[in-house]
């Protein structure tokens, strides 16, 4: 009668050569020996074909827990997935926790158990691939595509009772008072362990600011000398400068003679100061002027020093914000 199947089975395929994929169906196939009926099993809807992923051909066939494919059973409300490693050809029972377990992560277990498995993917019905961070809970309330190493298994989970809206709510419920009781029991240990790593981290930036901090302060101060020195010759300049402009008016010539000359003075130092205004695009103000020649001296000796400006300044607000966290934790 199988043979007569197949001669069936065989005039029926098209002339192009082209098979259908073959289905392995176990215990299916073999109907019932010695008349006992077959044992009831979980029934699960999928197919197989290897080569590159492409949409299956044909219609799907429903088979028997077969031995090399894949399964999910639920056992103490938790689903297991069973399939055979390519490997070594075990088979090997993966147990899900729906809420916690991602696809990336089920997907990373399959290939922490056998190392020859260098692709695993989850696909839709459509095609589309599954992220992956969408969880086991939602990928199987839906039939799924398995591809490992270029093997696809089609699986259809086994439907669950759906929980009325009431029980449905109480579930809610249980899981933000569980979550609520985790919280209070573990939020203390939590901070502690926090503000510890923190503090680690606070004093490792410090350690590695403080020959920075020295360096810095040996630089300030002399470039604060050198901006002081130049202040006071600057007053010296000026002293000379009234001094000889009286010296040669009342003892030299006449004001008659140097008003002229007092004014040419005046109009050159308007010039120098509107100068001044072109090039740093600021007023000329005393204590913006020392400042502006404090960095000059400063950055000048830095790089004569090789002090790194960038480092300190990231190390300085590193520390700001771990001290801001630490006061707002």
Not at 22 to 30: F, Q
Not at 81 to 94: A, G, H, N, V, W
Not at 286 to 312: G, I, M, P, T, W
Request: aromatic share 10%.
């Amino acid at each position: 009668m199988l043979s007569g199947l197949g001669r069936a089975a065989r005039s029926g395929w098209p002339r192009s050569g082209r098979q259908p994929p073959v289905l392995l169906c176990g215990r299916a196939a073999r109907g019932r020996r010695g008349g006992s009926p077959l044992p009831s099993a979980p029934q699960v809807r999928l197919w197989k074909h290897t080569g590159a992923w492409r949409e299956p051909v044909g219609a799907p066939y429903r088979a028997l827990v077969p031995s090399d494919e894949v399964t999910i059973d639920y056992r103490h409300g938790l689903p297991m997935i069973t399939l055979t490693l390519p490997t070594r050809s075990e088979r090997c029972q993966f147990t899900i926790k729906p809420m916690v377990t991602t696809v990336e992560a089920f997907l990373q277990d399959v290939q922490r158990e056998d190392k020859g498995v260098e692709r695993a993917e989850v696909f839709a019905t459509d095609g589309c691939k599954v992220c992956g961070a969408t969880s086991m809970e939602v990928l199987l309330r839906n039939d799924f595509t398995l591809v490992i190493n270029n093997i696809a298994y089609c699986v259809s989970p086994p439907v669950k009772d759906k929980l009325s809206s009431e029980h449905a709510t109480e579930m809610e419920d249980i899981k933000s008072l569980v979550h609520q009781l985790y919280v209070a029991l573990h939020l203390e240990d939590h901070q502690v362990r926090k503000e510890r790593e923190l503090l680690r981290k606070l004093d490792h930036l410090k350690e590695e600011l403080l020959p920075l901090e020295q360096m810095k302060a040996r630089i300030a101060i002399n470039a604060n000398a050198k901006t002081t020195r130049l202040l006071w010759i600057g007053l010296a300049l000026m002293s000379t400068q009234g001094g000889a402009l009286a010296w040669l008016t009342w003892w030299v010539y006449s004001w008659d003679i140097m008003e002229p000359v007092t004014y040419f003075i005046t109009y050159g130092s308007a010039m120098a100061f509107y100068a001044y205004f072109i090039l740093t695009k600021q007023d000329y103000i005393y204590s913006d002027a020392r400042d502006r020649q404090f960095l000059h001296y400063f950055y000048r000796k830095c790089k004569k020093q090789h002090f790194n400006v960038e480092r300190y300044n990231q190390l300085k607000e590193n520390i700001a914000e771990e001290n801001n966290t630490l006061g707002c934790g």
